[in-house]
């Protein structure tokens, strides 16, 4: 949603044997891996390889929305995982819905996955499935959807108040005048979660009480239904790496050890 580097999976600090602790980031829908520079900007530090995973489509990337997939989603993720473990797994709003697909693949490499103001879906789950029984949610009412071209948009004076309505100014016009439209493929793809993978995976859970994209009360309702017991609220809306930079990288940091 800021100003866009060219990269397609933006690696901030590359592993070295002084590496203790591995955090991948997967950003939401209608975002890129930039959008996360100022979290980058705490977290990175010698003991710790953070990466920040740029999706396809999203960003400077140039892939063509017919090619565009949740698997292809899941696919970036698991490439920049490599063989590493004990990896710290994030994933905010539509990220929720990449990591969990993720975490079913690779669970033992796996300490955490960290939920940030994101989907946490259930077996059979989409991202559409869950966002239909959201009635605090302004992204409906304010969508529009292209069938023929694949993507979805939204209406550009919603913008601000959909995903970032606490925000500085300047941000907020910067995203409302350079927001991509988002391929809709993955976000009707339905994930394949088991217990016996996913189910095992440590969950946490970061609300962000005035989120007018994902509303605290489903938030608060996907959290019950997954059993995740460790949980932090922000005073925030769907952004809080824009707002709460510094607080939400301690969250994050604190949960990585």
Not at 72 to 79: D, F, I, N, R
Request: charged letters at 15%.
């Amino acid at each position: 949603m800021q100003n866009e580097k060219n990269n397609t999976q933006k690696e901030l600090s590359s592993s070295s044997s002084k590496s203790t602790n591995t955090i991948v980031i997967v950003h939401e829908a209608w975002s890129s891996a930039n959008d996360w520079h100022h979290v980058a900007g705490y977290l990175t530090s010698e003991e710790t390889n953070l990466i920040v995973v740029n999706l396809p489509g999203h960003g400077t990337d140039e892939t063509p929305v017919s090619k565009i997939s949740l698997q292809l989603y899941v696919y970036e993720v698991l490439k920049a995982i490599g063989n590493a473990t004990n990896v710290t797994l994030v994933g905010h709003s539509f990220g929720g819905i990449v990591v969990s697909e993720v975490a079913e693949l690779i669970a033992p490499q796996l300490k955490k996955l960290i939920y940030i103001a994101a989907y946490v879906p259930k077996n059979g789950d989409s991202l559409l499935s869950i966002a239909q029984t959201d009635s605090e949610s302004l992204v409906g009412q304010n969508l529009i959807v292209d069938e023929q071209a694949g993507v979805a948009s939204i209406t550009k004076e919603a913008i601000t108040n959909v995903f970032l309505a606490d925000a500085p100014k300047p941000v907020a016009e910067y995203v409302t005048n350079n927001l991509r439209p988002e391929p809709l493929a993955p976000l009707s793809s339905e994930v394949t979660l088991t217990e016996a993978n996913f189910g095992n995976v440590t969950k946490v859970y970061v609300h962000s009480q005035n989120d007018h994209t994902i509303g605290y009360s489903l938030q608060q309702r996907m959290v019950k239904e997954a059993g995740i017991l460790r949980t932090y609220s922000l005073p925030s809306s769907h952004t809080p790496f824009i707002v709460f930079p510094q607080i939400l990288s301690a969250i994050i940091t604190l949960e990585a050890k």
